[in-house]
């Protein structure tokens, strides 16, 4: 089944504790994503990658980091992290722009303490 | 600040009648515009995507778009209550930027029995 698999679904951690969500696709997509939704604020990009070992920012990447080593996955690394990155996440895969937009994992819900 | 403009809702129509949703952008040089349909706790699910002028079908769903006007509408013919759910516009700014979508808030539209 085609699918973009992220894990964790749910997290709680605490501040300044090291974390990555991990991101995988099937679909040998170019593009992939991240995103986080929250109240009133919608969905903001945080950053995202064109292929292997080219990625780009965003609207929000203050407090992230990504890596694309290898096609099928982009791992979203939280450093040290903060209450106000306690969000709804979302990884998000393309064959290109052109070919009609992403195809969303089923999300992480993330809480900082 | 490339923004995409959407109009929160709650929208109401009742069963059967017409569900109009609409979307402006700032950028003039946009070239991809999509329609993502996010049902209570899930992913965003794409149900249409345009790229030029005019209008495109899809089964009861019509997506129109007008550059011009920046200004991009999706059309949901017999509505039904399955329809009601959050359907977010999503917009690519175009060359130089392929993987950057950028979404609106969302509109909320609730289809009444």
């Known amino acids: 089944e085609a699918q973009v698999t992220q894990n964790p679904r749910y997290l709680i951690t605490v501040t300044g504790k090291k974390l990555t969500v991990t991101c995988s696709q099937n679909m040998n997509h170019e593009y992939m994503s991240w995103y986080r939704q929250d109240p009133g604020l919608g969905l903001r990009q945080i950053y995202y990658?064109?292929?292997?070992?080219?990625?780009d920012k965003g609207d929000v990447p203050e407090g992230y980091k990504v890596s694309r080593k290898e096609k099928r996955n982009f791992p979203l690394i939280l450093e040290s992290p903060s209450p106000n990155q306690t969000s709804l996440y979302f990884c998000a895969s393309s064959l290109s722009q052109g070919a009609g937009g992403y195809t969303f994992g089923s999300g992480t819900r993330l809480t900082v303490v | 600040q490339k923004e995409v403009e959407q109009n929160s809702g709650p929208l109401s129509v009742p069963e059967g009648a017409i569900a109009s949703l609409n979307c402006t952008y700032s950028?003039?040089?946009?070239?991809?515009f999509f329609w993502y349909r996010q049902y209570s706790g899930k992913s965003p699910e794409l149900i249409m995507f345009i790229y030029s002028n005019g209008d495109k079908e899809d089964g009861r769903f019509t997506a129109q778009l007008n550059k011009a006007s920046q200004y991009v509408s999706l059309l949901i013919r017999d509505s039904q209550p399955s329809d009601s759910a959050t359907y977010l516009c999503a917009v690519n700014m175009g060359p130089g930027s392929q993987g950057n979508l950028i979404f609106g808030k969302g509109t909320k539209l609730s289809v009444k029995p």
């Open positions: 950028d003039r040089g946009s070239q991809s």
């Open positions: 990658s064109m292929n292997v070992e080219v990625t």
